[in-house]
């Protein structure tokens, strides 16, 4: 296995209820899990109790079966917002993820040109700052910064909210080639079921801070966003999926 939770429980100060409680949670080598559930489910905390963010209260988080008291290179994160450097040109912020994983300089030039390849961005983004790009081509940025790190492990905390929908449809498509051509493990938060359905291969649904649910998704790959709806399975699985969010008159 990649990483697990086992009995896994987080109670903030101040709070009546736990935001995570009784968490069992196991995501093999190379699988790509969705965390789905509706604001408030605890699935951002999950998140970032598997990427050593946040000390839960009482049970425990494995990596390889060895425990995960802290971040760790091996464990890569993106979350909603970019969090780019605004005052770093774009090769820049991803020289700075370099240099703190002791990439020798002789090396790093090549090496961004690379990682912004891979993400699909062209060389001449290389000198323009964050502010000068669009939230498609920031979300890139912070993909290629994640991925300087080489991690194992991908987790991804709604990365694409924040964008119109076909930008959002394009960064799937980017993350499934990622996926597919790296063979990394990807953890991956949302509240769209579409989004969920598409990128999956096992959806764990929360709510109330507890699992309710894991599905594994049978849909056949690739699947491309015109032709979802088309799937074997997506209905059932759709359908399924708004009844245990709660979501009244699926379809």
């Not at 979300?139 to 994640?146: H, L």
Request: aromatic share 4%.
């Amino acid at each position: 296995m990649a990483i697990a939770t086992r009995d896994l429980t987080v109670r903030f100060p101040n709070t009546p209820q736990p935001t995570l409680h009784g968490i069992d949670l196991t995501v093999p080598d190379g699988s790509f899990t969705v965390l789905v559930g509706a604001s408030g489910s605890g699935k951002s905390t999950l998140l970032h109790c598997l990427a050593g963010l946040i000390t839960p209260t009482s049970g425990a988080v494995t990596d390889n079966g060895v425990p995960v008291l802290a971040p760790h290179p091996r464990r890569g994160v993106a979350f909603q917002r970019d969090v780019l450097f605004p005052w770093l040109s774009v090769a820049g912020n991803i020289d700075f993820a370099l240099r703190a994983h002791r990439v020798p300089v002789r090396l790093r030039g090549n090496r961004i040109d690379e990682l912004l390849d891979l993400v699909g961005l062209p060389a001449e983004v290389r000198r323009k700052r964050p502010a000068q790009l669009s939230g498609g081509m920031r979300q890139r940025v912070g993909i290629a910064r994640m991925l300087a790190g080489e991690p194992e492990i991908m987790l991804m905390d709604e990365p694409f909210a924040a964008l119109d929908a076909l930008t959002r449809l394009n960064m799937q498509d980017l993350l499934i080639d990622l996926w597919t051509r790296l063979q990394r493990t990807i953890v991956f938060v949302t509240h769209d079921v579409d989004e969920a359905i598409r990128l999956s291969d096992t959806i764990s649904v929360l709510a109330g801070g507890r699992i309710t649910n894991q599905i594994p998704n049978p849909l056949s790959r690739p699947r491309p966003a015109d032709a979802l709806a088309d799937q074997p399975g997506y209905s059932e699985l759709r359908r399924l999926l708004h009844h245990e969010l709660g979501i009244q008159h699926a379809i």
